[in-house]
């Protein structure tokens, strides 16, 4: 059992949050000089790059990072997971998506039982009904080959395949045995996702796949009864054995709705929804897309990496070391966010899966025994593929500054266009608690009431200097992902790189301009216009790490999956926390329901608007009376 203490009130925890202030003395132009720090922070896997020398740590740091673990009993709980145990302990269950991708001959036990099996089997079944489907043995009920799969679920019943349909459809080998054929994810609830997913599609043709752990998401319930209706008002409902196929723990409920049983791919309850991707949820819709053989390689890259995360050692392990750097920004630097910037079109939904498998997993406000937390754990996860990023919101990433004011004025007040400043104003900017920031007052007040502007450009440097690298806030420590080989190469004669070398110009280039920016001392040097130097300035020291893969095929894909489900695991093993449960979703879903009623009562027989509070009365019933409804005796379908 985990102890009811909370890993702050550890010596570990103690040292790195005195740790931090070391760190606040340092800027990344100063670590990276250290040619020994930054080699010791590459770490190399199966090809896979890691290089975590633009974070804001030291040698020592890394060292406190790793007393924390030991504090945390990392290795205990990661291998308590490994052993089946009842980690997810409000849910009072195993968390086992590492035996979705073991090898037949391994074995991971749920409840004294080896689940290898279990899973080969329903693998086995997979890899039989794909290829049937595939080669046009099962065909639909007008006899034609069903060359269209509408995948209906949501959250991790979706987005964990959606990422990885995304980065297979273009790799060439994925792309090849996906020739002819359709694949398509129903998740929203709105109508506006039904009409889009029929747009163009054949009900003779197409597959419907209704993927749900629970089978009782009231999103993915509407939008299969919908899909049902769709498939038997065109053909009758005798059709549906044909054409629709369910992927849940829930077979009792599958079967009620209408499904054959044999038609139904299990999971199993110690397989987190987000973390099921490598169950039926991702490997049926991908296998009737790829064929198995393809999504087998996915399978075994990220079997690849659970072994690489339960037997390599802590400083050569990538998710640990990505889990405490997590921890370390989050928690102790104090940094709310991280961007997850995928140089690769292919993994453009990435950063949406990540999302939910951190957010979901890590957002919680109490240890896994109930006790409030007196710190910050899970990080706010957002992301784009690079370069598209760069014209986004990456300027944000690179100036917005942390003590807003103060720094403002030290780039911007101060340097006044003027050749004399006059030296109280300086007096303004003290803040007690930087040391350093007092020694430079006093070399600006010994030198009287005005100072020589030349000072003052090298004063306002090192004040923002300390400023930037003393404060906490708003800085987005960056996940730059990257691949050698590009999966579609493109090089046109005359040009002066590849198109995949132009992409990763700004791999390489970016993470170098957040750590190093640029110093007003270096604008004037470029002889920039004086009002344009605080705009032109970069404070620098903000944190990032490289991620370099040798290509995106199946195989890599499924490890760069492993790597960051087990870095958020790490995370929560290190904050005491419970990754595997979700209770935060629960209590909308219970408003919607109420909500629901509601709308249904007072839309079939005009009941008025009641129990909710002023605010929501107002809204209900403006809406119920601005649209009269669909009547309810008719069924009415997407016209698109
Ligand atoms: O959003 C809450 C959640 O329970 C997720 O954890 C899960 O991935 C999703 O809903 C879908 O659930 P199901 O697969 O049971 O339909």
């Given at each position: 059992m985990a102890s009811a203490s909370l890993i702050s009130d550890t010596e570990p925890w103690k040292d790195l949050k005195e740790h931090v202030n070391e760190i606040n003395k340092t800027h990344l132009r100063d670590l990276l000089n250290d040619v020994e720090r930054s080699q010791s922070m590459m770490v190399e896997n199966d090809g896979i790059i890691l290089d975590?020398?633009?974070?804001?740590?030291?040698l020592d740091t890394i060292d406190k990072l790793f007393k924390l673990a030991e504090a945390a009993q990392l290795r205990q709980k990661i291998d308590r997971m490994y052993n089946g145990e009842h980690i997810n302990s409000t849910e009072n269950r195993s968390v086992l998506h590492?035996?979705?991708?073991?090898?037949?001959d391994k074995i991971f036990y749920s409840d004294g039982k080896n689940v290898v099996p279990d899973v080969w089997n329903v693998l086995d079944k997979i890899k039989d009904f794909s290829e049937r489907v595939r080669n046009g043995s099962?065909?639909?009920?007008?006899?034609?080959?069903?060359?269209d799969v509408v995948a209906i679920g949501i959250g991790g019943s979706f987005l964990g395949p959606l990422f990885v349909h995304t980065a297979l459809q273009t790799d060439p080998e994925a792309a090849e045995c996906a020739k002819g054929r359709q694949l398509q994810f129903l998740a929203n609830v709105d109508p506006v996702d039904v009409a889009r997913n029929i747009k163009g599609l054949n009900p003779e043709t197409t597959l419907v796949v209704v993927v749900s752990?629970?089978?009782?998401?009231a999103e993915t319930m509407l939008n299969a009864r919908t899909m049902r209706e769709w498939i038997s008002s065109a053909l009758?409902?005798?059709?549906v054995a044909k054409h629709m196929v369910a992927v849940s723990t829930n077979l009792v409920l599958v079967e009620k709705f209408g499904i054959d049983p044999a038609n139904a791919f299990a999971f199993w309850d110690w397989v987190g929804g987000r973390y099921?991707?490598?169950?039926?949820?991702g490997v049926l819709p991908l296998s009737l897309q790829y064929g198995f053989p393809t999504v087998e390689k996915f399978l075994n890259g990220a079997s690849n990496i659970d072994t690489h995360f339960h037997s390599t050692p802590f400083e050569k392990n990538l998710p640990v070391l990505l889990g405490l750097l997590s921890v370390w920004n989050a928690?102790?630097?104090?940094?709310?966010a991280r961007a997850i910037l995928?140089?690769?079109?292919?993994?453009?939904?990435f950063a949406p899966h990540i999302q939910q498998v951190s957010m979901e997993s890590?957002?919680?406000?109490?240890?896994?025994?109930?006790i409030p937390l007196p710190f910050e754990t899970g990080e706010i996860d957002f992301g784009e593929p690079g370069t598209n990023g760069q014209h986004s919101f990456y300027q944000l990433i690179h100036?917005?500054?942390?003590?807003d004011c103060l720094l403002r004025f030290c780039l911007g007040d101060l340097?006044?266009?003027?050749?004399?400043?006059?030296?109280?104003?300086?007096?303004?900017?003290?803040?007690?608690?930087?040391?350093?920031f007092a020694v430079y007052f006093q070399i600006a007040s010994y030198m009287g009431s005005t100072i020589p502007l030349p000072v003052l450009w090298w004063f306002s440097y090192k004040v923002s200097e300390i400023l930037v690298v003393a404060t906490f806030g708003r800085v987005i420590p960056c996940d730059f992902i990257g691949a050698i080989r590009s999966q579609q190469p493109v090089y046109l004669k005359?040009?002066?790189?590849?198109n995949h070398d132009e992409l990763m110009s700004n791999f390489f280039a970016q993470p170098d301009a957040l750590a190093y920016g640029k110093t007003p001392e270096q604008l004037l040097l470029e002889n920039v216009a004086a009002h344009l130097i605080p705009h032109k300035t970069f404070s620098g020291n903000r944190p990032s790490l490289s991620l370099l893969l040798p290509s995106l095929n199946a195989y890599n894909i499924g490890q760069l999956l492993a790597i960051y489900e087990h870095r958020i695991a790490v995370e929560g093993f290190i904050w005491g926390?419970?990754?595997?449960?979700?209770?935060?979703?629960?209590l909308g879903k219970v408003l919607a329901s109420q909500v629901r009623k509601q709308l249904h009562v007072s839309r079939t027989k005009g009941e008025p608007v009641q129990g909710f509070n002023v605010s929501t009365t107002t809204l209900l019933t403006k809406y119920l009376e601005a649209e009269p409804g669909i009547p309810f005796d008719t069924t009415v379908l997407p016209k698109v």
């Open positions: 975590y020398s633009r974070q804001r740590a030291r590492i035996a979705l991708r073991a090898p037949r099962w065909v639909g009920a007008t006899g034609k080959a069903l060359k752990k629970t089978f009782t998401t009758g409902p005798q059709a099921s991707v490598c169950s039926a949820v928690t102790f630097l104090g940094y709310p995928p140089y690769s079109q292919s993994l453009e939904k890590n957002g919680k406000g109490v240890s896994i025994d109930g100036q917005i500054l942390f003590p340097l006044l266009p003027s050749l004399t400043f006059p030296a109280h104003q300086i007096s303004r900017l003290i803040s007690d608690q930087i040391e350093e005359g040009e002066v790189v590849s926390i419970n990754s595997f449960d979700q209770w935060g979703v629960e």
